[in-house]
């Protein structure tokens, strides 16, 4: 899932000045699951948002929505009914749901509620970490399904740093080394023999390097 | 001969080489260049230059490897994958070579947030092994990474670095034999205090018969304090510090005279190490001690500088070692 994570108040709040009519827009999926972009976090946001308004002594008007999926047109097409009585629209999805909604709704202020953090899993109650950094060239096959783009702190593709120590990364005690994570699998798998080789230079066109992309399949469209 | 290297010679010759570390300044003064060099002096066959160690922003690497050569010093320009992508690499491969700088150490780089700049955007557009491949592709096949002829290549003495006391420990040589298969010529190791363990790597890399293809310089740091070699176990990723080593700079009355002794003592050990090609000084920003260090361990007078314009024969290092 898209792993995302709430701006503080007062960054929303500075975004917001000058607005009195706002509405707050979730997102069913991804943020509704890792707990930043559900309804019960709009819930909690509009609240905030209230107080702050009544603490100033302002009059504020703050709508709320979620709708099922922020990043596909039929769902953000339920907003349009509503979406121009307010001055702004504070959307609780990840990039994709803001530029979306936006993109829908011309001369529509839409701002963005959270931080889209990365392709992700919970790990554990409370705590979600990166897995895929969607590269576009999956590697996966050669590093015992563990991917060294997205967990190794510098993507490396031909083994551990010399900062790798005691199974942890130079960067953080509190992160695994990815390769030690790797060896380790691949060992269990008695597949060593596949980091022997040299990996070659990745070809970076395939990332958001070669510009933005896109996925086009014939056989699908209309 | 694959370059004209005075390291490379001195190796091949068969000589135990010496290196030492200099890092250049947090300024522009080439002054501060010129001081240190004057350590190095006669008294090692090749000088490192850091890049931007420990991601701390300094003179360039490059730019410090050429006043190294106006001096007639052999530098050996560090090349981290940190900062810079395949394009840059290979431009200042060519440019380095150009200023008369004959030898790169191709590295990984420390990570950026150990910095003074830990918010900036870091590259690895290429991981160490295939920088090294890609330096040997433009000297031996006189290719860019692209494929396009290189009219003039760079002949570069390429060497990389291990860390025996990194982990997986299984792996660390995997990672050298790769390094070697991808065009390595010598290796500088992680700072040595842990001789056990650092012996238990050398077997393993003599299983393998990477010592007979590759030169093995196994680096040594003079230190201080007992608070620096403590610093080093516990806040240096990938250090191992026996207690012992630190409970005897304590005891010390001389701290600084301990170091030296201590430094010595290892190049001794070091020495008789089947395998073991030379010694690589590091004596971080402590520039000054090396002479020390290499007249007390016995590695002086150094063997003399090639004269400039003449090449000697070729060899390798299964001829030379």
Redesign the interface.
């Known amino acids: 899932m898209i792993v995302a994570e709430r701006k503080s108040l007062d960054e929303i709040l500075a975004m917001l000045q000058g607005c009195s009519r706002v509405l707050v827009v979730g997102c069913g999926t991804c943020v509704t699951v890792c707990m930043a972009g559900g309804e019960k976090e709009v819930g909690v946001l509009a609240s905030l948002l209230r107080l702050a308004a009544q603490r100033e002594g302002r009059t504020v008007e703050i709508g709320e929505a979620t709708i099922e999926r922020q990043c596909e047109w039929e769902f953000v097409d339920e907003l349009a009914p509503a979406i121009r009585r307010y001055d702004a629209v504070l959307s609780m999805g990840c990039g994709a749901g803001v530029q979306t909604i936006a993109q829908r709704f011309g001369g529509v202020r839409v701002l963005p509620a959270l931080n889209t953090k990365f392709i992700g899993i919970p790990e554990k109650q409370g705590m979600w970490v990166e897995m895929c950094l969607g590269c576009g060239d999956c590697v996966l096959d050669r590093t015992g399904g563990i991917c060294p783009i997205a967990r190794c702190?510098?993507?490396?593709?031909?083994?551990?740093?010399?900062?790798?120590?005691?199974?942890k990364c130079?960067?953080s005690k509190d992160t695994d080394?990815a390769?030690?994570l790797i060896?380790?699998r691949l060992a269990s798998l008695g597949r060593?023999d596949l980091?022997?080789?040299?990996?070659?230079?990745?070809d970076?066109s395939k990332n958001r390097d070669g510009g933005p992309r896109k996925v086009l399949r014939e056989e699908v469209m209309l | 001969m694959k370059s004209r290297s005075n390291l490379e010679r001195v190796l091949a010759a068969g000589h135990f080489a010496l290196t030492g570390e200099l890092g250049p300044p947090q300024s522009a003064s080439a002054e501060v260049i010129r001081k240190k060099a004057e350590y190095y002096k006669g008294c090692v066959d090749a000088v490192n230059i850091t890049d931007n160690q420990t991601a701390i922003v300094r003179m360039s690497s490059i730019a410090s490897a050429a006043i190294l050569v106006g001096l007639g010093l052999d530098p050996i320009m560090q090349m981290t994958?940190?900062d810079r992508n395949?394009i840059a690499m290979q431009s200042d491969v060519l440019g380095a070579y150009a200023l008369g700088i004959n030898n790169i150490l191709c590295l990984?780089?420390?990570?950026q947030?150990?910095g003074n700049h830990p918010t900036s955007k870091?590259v690895?557009?290429?991981?160490?092994?295939?920088l090294i491949?890609?330096v040997r592709t433009m000297r031996d096949e006189k290719r860019f990474?692209s494929g396009d002829e290189l009219k003039a290549e760079p002949r570069m003495f390429i060497g990389a670095?291990?860390?025996p006391?990194?982990?997986?420990f299984e792996?660390r040589v995997?990672?050298l034999?790769?390094k070697v298969?991808?065009g390595a010529d010598f290796i500088q190791t992680?700072a040595v205090f842990d001789i056990p363990r650092f012996s238990r790597w050398m077997e393993m890399v003599r299983g393998r018969g990477l010592h007979e293809r590759v030169y093995i310089l196994a680096g040594v740091i003079p230190v201080k304090s007992a608070r620096a070699l403590e610093y080093m176990k516990n806040e240096v990723?990938?250090m191992s510090v026996p207690d012992e080593l630190i409970r005897r700079m304590e005891a010390a009355g001389d701290p600084k005279e301990e170091g030296v002794k201590i430094a010595v003592e290892t190049i001794q050990q070091l020495r008789e190490i089947p395998g073991v090609a030379g010694i690589h000084l590091m004596p971080m920003m402590w520039e000054a001690i090396a002479p020390v260090v290499a007249e007390r361990a016995g590695l002086l007078p150094r063997p003399a500088p090639l004269a400039a314009g003449l090449e000697p024969a070729s060899g390798g290092p299964s001829e030379g070692a």
């Open positions: 702190s510098k993507g490396l593709l031909n083994g551990p740093c010399g900062g790798s120590q005691g199974g130079e960067v080394c390769w030690q060896y380790d060593l980091l022997e080789t040299e990996f070659a230079p990745k970076w | 994958c940190r395949r990984t780089g420390d990570h947030s150990f870091n690895y557009d290429l991981d160490s092994v295939q491949h890609m990474l670095a291990e860390n006391f990194a982990d997986p792996y995997v990672r034999a790769k298969a991808a992680q990723p990938g």
